[in-house]
């Protein structure tokens, strides 16, 4: 079953190998990875769909929270969330079926990002199964060349990050030792 | 006040803040800055004879002391060769810091000499790692690396350093406060949850407590010890957690597992309460997860949140540091005790006369017999001179489990092993760390032929600093886990599981400058045991063990804990 997980994570050297390597070390397997900068740049928000067994689901957030560069790891498959992806697709047309093909992208919102005498590069986006049928409809019209972003997903409720708060090291220092 | 000092010297500094006396290393090309600041400085560098050892070095001197270890090796060959012990302080949550050399910043990226991906191979064997890319950024780096190794579920924390940065001077003003704001310990646990714990513990009739390496790490064994006797349940400590409870106690029923006792598997699988403390729920001590403790209830104590509900769902998840958490459920459940006075008092009767009757029924005895050297019996006479009070360091394999299942600990912080990784090679410089952490303590290192044969190197680094390590090897000729799996469950085709061509250990010993003797003849046992230990210095004791023996009781792999193989076929008479 597919896992939509949002994290979010320090900037810091290799915290992307940190997290795709959590996911081969536990046998987890990834379907698509999106990330960028947030707002602050020395974070990163990164959208993971994953394929994990439904009661694995709390583990694999809990392994990801465990992660010493990540402030946050959370659960949007069930929502409240939205998902979007976004396809970039070049399509071969003849002269015959253009409009057709025009017709059909503008169903699905799509737009025209170039046309030519061979055919049009067109982009869309929406949820997973909305892009699922875009490209399937297009093929149908012709040769097909497709990109897909893999999804980035928003949560809709505002949830409060609780991150750890500063420690002395002097006194840690003595606990420990 | 800050002054202009080498980033070498800088490590040193943040290393004498954290409290740090001795690093276990092997020098190389990169690192030779820091050795030179080594060189005439008050922190101790013990000379290993491998990288592996250095960090298993750590491991014994970290598990023998709750304090963190530190080791130390060069860039390419010597930081892969650290990659097996860092795996094994992963396993078994012990808190090392590792510090490798690395090729000059320049250079990283074009396969210089000695240049390996330190940063990407120990990604999945440390708790965190570091790469240090400035002078300026390496002592926040060190103080982070310490917080984190020792802190919450502790582990092993590398920091990579470039050798550029050792030699670059900069401005060095101490460290009084780090922030990793990701990096959240929960320590206190949730007070309503450990009210249901306390009064869970009053409600149900066969209680029995599951404590692990936790109390161990958590240094909680007092306290366990006040809960243990205020609900006077039965308890059983894992492989790890050996010490947690002094096996003396009348409360202490065993060790539960794979090669656990009849009474502490029994206990587990028909407790109706199990209260699990610091544990994982590992499969070497669950059997077939699916029928472990079908009746029972779980209470889960445990500071690392992803350890709850990943094997065994828990009744009451309470993650915290089991030394709080201890602490609040003795108290509570003392508060409530006089509301239950009674009840079920004839049910805990009934538990404690039925976990009696599995011990009388197949008690933990060791074997001997007048003829050869019984495995089990070495590991009684070596308990008979420790009195529960030595440290014992094992290796992997039957005689870890004969050491596990018949010598007795005192206290905490006494059997060190490789539980998780089961890494062969970690007896004799695991007894090294610990040795040079306890100096006035007896220090047994307690291997086989085989992992001893690992170790070799390191017996001249126990001779170069005098270490008082009592070596004893049960020299059974084989690889004698691998022969007792070869035997039952391969149709007795032993398959690469003879180790012929040992050498003679009063020769290997006095090569190296001290004492050694083979043993083989039963009667000499005792004595030459305790001429081992008479000797003021280290000691290489081989003694030639029955070679057939097998260590019971077994749970074949994918068995119920239940499902327990507990002696050797007998022999049946035919009329």
């Known amino acids: 079953m597919l896992q939509i997980i949002s994290v979010l994570v320090e900037n810091k050297p290799g915290a992307l190998m940190r997290i795709t390597g959590l996911f081969t070390q536990r046998n987890y397997n990834i379907e698509s990875l999106t990330v960028a900068r947030t707002l602050d740049p020395a974070l990163s928000r990164m959208t993971i769909v994953a394929d994990v067994e439904p009661k694995l689901r709390v583990q694999v957030i809990k392994q990801i929270n465990k992660l010493i560069n990540v402030l946050q790891a959370a659960d949007l498959t069930d929502g409240p969330a939205v998902a979007r992806e976004m396809v970039l697709l070049r399509i071969k047309s003849t002269m015959e079926n253009r409009t057709a093909i025009l017709k059909e992208a503008e169903i699905f919102g799509a737009r025209v990002v170039d046309s030519s005498v061979e055919g049009f590069a067109l982009e869309a986006t929406g949820d997973q199964e909305k892009m699922d049928e875009f490209v399937n409809v297009m093929r149908s019209y012709g040769e097909i060349q497709v990109t897909r972003s893999g999804l980035i997903a928003v949560s809709l409720e505002m949830k409060k990050l609780r991150l750890a708060p500063p420690v002395s090291t002097s006194t840690e220092a003595m606990v420990i030792s | ?575």
């Open chain 2, 1 to 575: 006040m800050s002054n202009l000092i080498s980033g070498s010297k800088m490590l040193l500094e943040c290393l004498v803040q954290e409290g740090v006396e001795v690093i276990f290393g092997y020098p190389g090309g990169v690192t030779l800055p820091l050795y030179d600041a080594l060189y005439d400085h008050p922190i101790r560098h013990v000379l290993v004879r491998h990288e592996q050892n250095a960090c298993f070095a750590a491991e014994g001197y970290a598990k023998s002391t709750g304090r963190i270890g530190v080791c130390c090796a060069t860039s390419g060959p010597g930081a892969t060769n650290l990659v097996t012990g860092l795996v094994d302080a992963m396993m078994d949550s012990v808190p090392v810091v590792a510090l490798t050399g690395q090729v000059t910043s320049k250079l990283i990226g074009s396969d210089a000499f000695q240049e390996a991906d330190t940063f990407g191979i120990t990604r999945s064997c440390t708790k965190h790692n570091f790469m240090v890319k400035t002078v300026e950024e390496l002592p926040q780096i060190i103080h982070e690396a310490f917080y984190i190794a020792g802190s919450g579920r502790p582990g092993p924390v590398l920091v990579d350093i470039p050798k550029d940065v050792f030699q670059a001077q900069g401005h060095y003003e101490p460290v009084t406060s780090i922030h990793l704001p990701g990096y959240k310990v929960f320590t206190e646990g949730h007070s309503g949850q450990i009210r249901r714990a306390a009064q869970m513990m009053w409600e149900c009739e066969r209680p029995l407590v599951y404590a692990g390496g936790g109390i161990i790490l958590g240094k909680a064994s007092g306290e366990l010890r006040d809960l243990v006797e205020t609900l006077d349940a039965p308890t059983v400590c894992t492989l790890m957690g050996l010490g947690g409870l002094p096996s003396d106690h009348p409360n202490f029923i065993s060790m539960p597992g794979m090669h656990g006792s009849y009474a502490a598997n029994m206990g587990m699988m028909n407790a109706d309460l199990l209260i699990a403390l610091g544990v994982r729920f590992d499969d070497r001590v669950t059997g077939r997860l699916a029928a472990f403790a079908p009746h029972a209830r779980v209470i889960h104590v445990d500071i690392d949140p992803a350890e709850i509900g990943k094997n065994k769902t828990a009744d009451i998840p309470i993650v915290g540091d089991v030394k709080r958490v201890l602490n609040k459920l003795t108290k509570v459940a003392q508060e409530l005790k006089p509301a239950f006075s009674g009840k079920h008092s004839e049910a805990r009767k009934a538990w404690w006369k039925q976990i009696r009757d599995w011990k009388e029924e197949h008690p933990l005895t060791p074997t001997r017999s007048t003829t050869e050297i019984k495995p089990q019996h070495l590991m009684a006479e070596i308990d008979r001179i420790s009195g529960g009070n030595a440290i014992v360091a094992s290796d992997v394999g039957q005689h870890q489990m004969w050491a596990a299942q018949f010598i007795r600990f005192n206290g905490p912080n006494q059997w060190l092993n490789s539980g998780g990784l089961g890494s062969m090679g970690f007896g004799v410089p695991s007894a090294l760390g610990a040795q040079l952490a306890n100096p006035d303590k007896l220090v047994f290192a307690i291997v086989g032929d085989g992992g001893f044969q690992m170790s070799i190197p390191e017996l001249a680094t126990i001779a170069n600093y005098g270490l008082n390590v009592k070596i004893v090897i049960m020299n059974n000729g084989y690889l004698g886990m691998i022969r007792q799996w070869q035997e039952l469950f391969y149709n007795n085709r032993l398959s690469s599981a003879t180790l012929d061509g040992f050498p003679d250990a009063e020769m290997l010993a006095g090569a190296y400058g001290f004492k050694g003797r083979t043993v083989d003849k039963v009667e000499d046992l005792a004595s030459a045991l305790q001429a081992a230990v008479d000797e003021p210095g280290p000691y290489l004791l081989n003694v030639r063990v029955a070679p057939y023996e097998n260590v019971y009781p077994m749970v074949p792999a994918g068995g119920a804990a239940n499902e327990m193989v507990l002696g050797p076929p007998q022999p049946v008479e035919v009329a």
